[in-house]
């Protein structure tokens, strides 16, 4: 079974950073592009950022480019978001998610979901 | 921001169809795959259609994607109390090199 575990979520300043991980369990991690997806309150989705399975390429929403990072450790089945200078406008519930492969092996993103984790950005 | 457009709400009486629309333009649905997705209140988003029509194994048949020039469409047949939900359209988008999500559909069930 696919699982993903969200954490590292919590309440920090204006300007302030922090360090987002998602703990990838039930498939081979390191054949999958991931992404960050996520919610302010009461809000719609939003894509963050992704990650190809070797991490070769990367990419980007504008609201974040410069000052979030995505990245993974293949050999921790792990995927990370470094959030730096956030803002108020940051905070959200961000969701990582695997891409879906169909039964030809193509690949389609947003498959599967962690549960998420709450970032508040406020003083 | 959102790019693609959705109506805000949808309603209709068990048993009924209902479709949700999703406006976009040629740089995300014009060029690109279509997604949909369920969100039930209080959880994570759900897969619900990809490549525009394709249903992943353990969505019911009562859920149809379908794409048209910059524009596609999620119909839900036969309404069930427990597809009330928001529903989200989601493709890449050539322009901007990254992933663009609809505003947003609230599903009721009357």
């Known amino acids: 079974e696919v699982q993903l575990v969200e954490s590292g979520g919590g309440l920090v300043q204006p300007g302030g950073s922090l360090r987002l991980s998602c703990a990838a369990s039930?498939?081979?991690?390191?054949?999958?592009?991931m992404n960050w997806v996520r919610q302010a309150p009461g809000k719609g989705l939003e894509w963050v950022s992704y990650?190809?399975?070797?991490?070769?390429?990367?990419y980007y929403a504008d609201s974040v480019k410069g000052r979030f990072t995505i990245s993974r450790d293949n050999a921790k089945n792990s995927l990370y978001l470094q959030m730096n200078s956030l803002r108020d406008e940051d905070t959200a519930v961000y969701y990582c998610a695997r891409d879906f492969e169909d039964n030809s092996g193509y690949h389609f993103p947003f498959g599967y979901w962690g549960q998420g984790t709450l970032v508040t950005v406020s003083s | 921001q959102s790019v693609l457009t959705q109506p805000p709400s949808a309603s209709g009486t068990p048993g009924q169809r209902v479709t949700i629309s999703c406006s976009g333009s040629?740089?995300?649905?014009?060029?690109?795959?279509v997604y949909w997705y369920q969100q039930l209140p209080g959880t994570a988003p759900k897969f619900l259609i990809y490549r525009n029509n394709q249903r992943p194994s353990g969505v019911p048949d009562r859920f149809s994607g379908s794409k048209s020039g910059t524009s596609a469409s999620l119909a839900i047949s036969g309404l069930r109390s427990e597809d009330e939900a928001d529903y989200y359209c989601a493709a890449w988008d050539d322009s901007l090199s990254g992933y663009v999500f609809g505003t947003g559909t609230k599903v009721t069930v009357l």
């Open positions: 990650i190809s399975s070797s991490s070769s390429t990367l």
């Open positions: 039930g498939f081979t991690f390191s054949n999958y592009a």
């Open positions: 040629s740089s995300n649905i014009g060029s690109n795959y």
